[in-house]
């Protein structure tokens, strides 16, 4: 009691407490959604697995959002100690990231569904594949894991270690939502999609392609911006 007593007093009072930890899960999940974009992922997700049956891309739905959340875990935790062992700055990694974001959102923009049809044509997407490409870098890419390190090194400085773990713990908990919003929209992909029909497919991949494409620049902008800082 004495400690949790202490930790009340130190932060103020319960509802600014819970307002603390209510504001880390949100931060997480609002700040990696629109970069995911689990639902305009899906239509892609289902064109490379149009050779599967119900119960194949069903599994394959849930390793990729297992996946998923092991690589944003690993970023928002570990990341930036690695950035650190290697030297590597998080501007940089933001320049990087957002050159393969555009790219990726621009190939896209500019294959359509004839891209997705293309990589239809081939194998069946197998159980192993559910790593690559499914999820790096089409779920998760280089942004993604971006922005999960820059919030990872995001900490508090003056939480003591009971509160910095609660408010790790709930930016967790954001992963295990994002996780879970994949796996409900790579789920029911098909029957989304056939809701949408073949044309309404067409403009839902286009405008997800020119999305990433407009995040993969603000990605790169806002790097680039940060060095252009740092070195005058």
């Known amino acids: 009691m004495g400690i949790v007593s202490a930790v009340i007093i130190r932060v103020g009072s319960g509802k600014e407490i819970v307002s603390a930890f209510v504001n880390a899960f949100l931060l997480v999940y609002v700040a990696l959604f629109p970069i995911v974009n689990p639902i305009g992922g899906a239509p892609i997700f ?15 739905a849930l390793r990729v959002a297992r996946n998923s959340l092991f690589l944003l875990v690993g970023s928002l935790l570990i990341g930036s100690y690695v950035l650190e062992f290697f030297g590597i700055t998080l501007p940089i990694v933001r320049v990087a990231g957002g050159l393969v974001v555009a790219a990726t959102g621009w ?91 073949e044309a309404g497919t067409n403009v839902l991949v286009r405008l997800s392609a020119f999305i990433l494409l407009c995040i993969g620049i603000e990605i790169i902008w806002n790097g680039g911006s940060t060095l252009l800082h740092l070195t005058s």
């Open 107 to 197: 190939n896209l923009l500019q294959a359509g569904n004839e891209g997705n049809q293309e990589r239809s044509d081939h194998q069946p997407v197998k159980p192993t594949d559910a790593f690559y490409p499914l999820t790096m870098p089409i779920t998760v890419g280089p942004g993604s894991i971006a922005v999960a390190i820059t919030l990872g090194s995001q900490r508090p400085r003056a939480a003591d270690l009971i509160q910095l773990g609660i408010l790790g713990a709930m930016s967790v908990a954001g992963l295990f939502a994002i996780a879970a919003t994949i796996y409900i929209c790579y789920r029911f992909a098909e029957g989304t999609v056939g809701a949408l029909g």
């Open 46 to 60: 289902l064109g490379l697995t149009l050779h599967c049956n119900e119960r194949e891309r069903d599994a394959l």
